[in-house]
């Protein structure tokens, strides 16, 4: 199952969902479905994530 720390990261740069979701170019609503786990990102949207907390992909996201 993949897991990931969005709402954490989110938390630590003081972000909104909104916030994270214009600076990725996605929804509201695509943040909060990716952060309860209900939506898998695609790889580029995961990059995407990842460079906007500048950190490794693996550091956002990973399997349990």
């Known amino acids: ?3 990931n720390r969005v709402r954490e990261l989110r938390a630590r740069f003081r972000w909104t969902q909104d ?6 170019g996605v929804t509201r ?6 952060e309860k786990g209900d939506y898998a990102p695609s790889v580029a ?6 460079k906007a907390f500048e950190v490794q992909v693996e550091e956002v996201f990973y399997l349990k």
């Open 1 to 3: 199952m993949l897991e």
């Open 19 to 24: 916030d994270l979701a214009k600076k990725i």
């Open 29 to 34: 609503q695509t943040i909060g479905l990716i």
């Open 45 to 50: 949207l995961a990059l995407k994530i990842a």
